[in-house]
């Protein structure tokens, strides 16, 4: 597994990564200890040393945090564990007013999320989205703050656009605290609508780009065909109208380019994005441990400038 640094900082990521919204999510195998700790030594085994959660992640809200803190017990020092705060809680880290990006409220949170995951340091601490009820100086001043006692060691943010991209960049260099190392955003071939601002805002400033949602909701792994019953227990079953939305001659013309190279879609879905200017982990969720070595192995393939030009002709840019 290649290992990168993120953005312009010393933080050092794989370039694949675990997303762990699925560690504690009922109705799936790794709703218990024994599912998701099968995910994380996967995930450990195949190189994989990022480690993407959240406060909000599982039922009950924090549970994912619990599950993640709990597997990696004894390999701490093998993972690079990245949370967000900044979501509805549901009084879970007391009132929050909703000013969750607060100086208040971001040390509530970040002590419960030091709790859940029974560790002393947060390597990766995300603002999960803009809070418009708290000036950005104070949440970056509280961050600063965190980072200079020990308790995080690294500030990102997830899902701001790219002018709140260069704000934070900019606001955080001219203030003299802790700027942003990593911007987290929804980003695959069939969405690459980051590519108008934020990718730009993150060249930039130096900023590592983690897209989420690399596989498009399990569009891009090669198992839904159009027209026909997605399989039972898959991810979009029951799920018609994104089925019946999908943009199918995109998805083929992409099976097609896969076929061609003998490699699976998902492959060409997150070696693709690998490539990227920016990016620093593409993370992928997995309720199983084949997901994740499957994952893991998709990284390693190095598409070739003709295989970047090609397949802008099937999903142009969006600057185009």
């Given at each position: 597994m290649e290992q990168r640094r993120l953005g312009d900082s010393g933080l050092v990521v794989s370039a694949v990564g675990l997303g762990c919204n699925n560690l504690g999510r009922p109705g799936t195998t790794t709703e218990s200890p024994r599912g998701a700790q099968a995910v994380v030594n996967r995930a450990l085994d195949s190189g994989i040393t990022f480690f993407d959660v959240a406060d909000v992640y599982g039922s009950?809200?924090?549970?994912?945090?619990?599950?993640?803190?709990?597997?990696?017990?004894?390999?701490?020092?093998?993972?690079?564990?990245?949370?967000?705060?900044?979501?509805?809680?549901?009084?879970?880290?007391?009132?929050?007013?909703?000013?969750?990006?607060?100086?208040?409220?971001?040390?509530?949170?970040?002590?419960?999320?030091?709790?859940?995951?029974?560790?002393?340091?947060?390597?990766?601490?995300?603002?999960?989205?803009?809070?418009?009820?708290?000036?950005?100086?104070?949440?970056?001043?509280?961050?600063?703050?965190?980072?200079?006692?020990?308790?995080?060691?690294?500030?990102?943010?997830?899902?701001?656009?790219?002018?709140?991209?260069?704000?934070?960049?900019?606001?955080?260099?001219?203030?003299g605290t802790t700027g942003p190392v990593s911007a987290q955003i929804h980003y695959s071939l069939l969405e690459r609508e980051a590519e108008r601002e934020v990718i730009p805002a993150c060249s930039k400033f130096g900023v590592g780009l983690i897209p989420y949602f690399p596989l498009a909701n399990g569009l891009l792994t090669g198992k839904y065909q159009q027209g026909q019953e997605p399989p039972e227990g898959s991810r979009l079953s029951g799920r018609e109208r994104l089925l019946a939305d999908a943009p199918w001659e995109r998805i083929?013309?992409?099976?097609?380019?896969?076929?061609?190279?003998?490699?699976?879609?998902?492959?060409?879905?997150?070696?693709?994005?690998?490539?990227?200017?920016?990016?620093?982990?593409?993370?992928?969720?997995?309720?199983?441990?084949?997901?994740?070595e499957s994952n893991a192995s998709a990284g390693q393939w190095r598409p070739s400038q003709a295989d970047l030009d090609e397949i802008d002709t099937i999903c142009p840019p969006a600057y185009r």
């Open positions: 009950p809200r924090g549970r994912s945090e619990e599950l993640l803190g709990q597997a990696l017990r004894g390999h701490r020092d093998r993972a690079v564990i990245a949370t967000k705060f900044g979501m509805d809680m549901q009084g879970s880290n007391g009132p929050d007013f909703e000013a969750r990006g607060s100086r208040r409220y971001v040390r509530r949170a970040v002590e419960a999320s030091l709790r859940r995951l029974d560790t002393e340091w947060i390597d990766l601490y995300q603002l999960h989205r803009a809070d418009p009820l708290t000036p950005l100086d104070e949440t970056l001043s509280v961050l600063d703050d965190l980072v200079r006692e020990g308790k995080i060691r690294y500030v990102g943010h997830c899902n701001l656009a790219g002018w709140q991209t260069a704000d934070a960049s900019w606001t955080s260099t001219h203030r083929e013309r992409l099976r097609e380019f896969a076929e061609k190279r003998e490699i699976s879609m998902i492959a060409t879905a997150i070696g693709w994005l690998a490539a990227q200017p920016t990016v620093g982990s593409v993370i992928g969720g997995a309720t199983s441990p084949e997901q994740v």
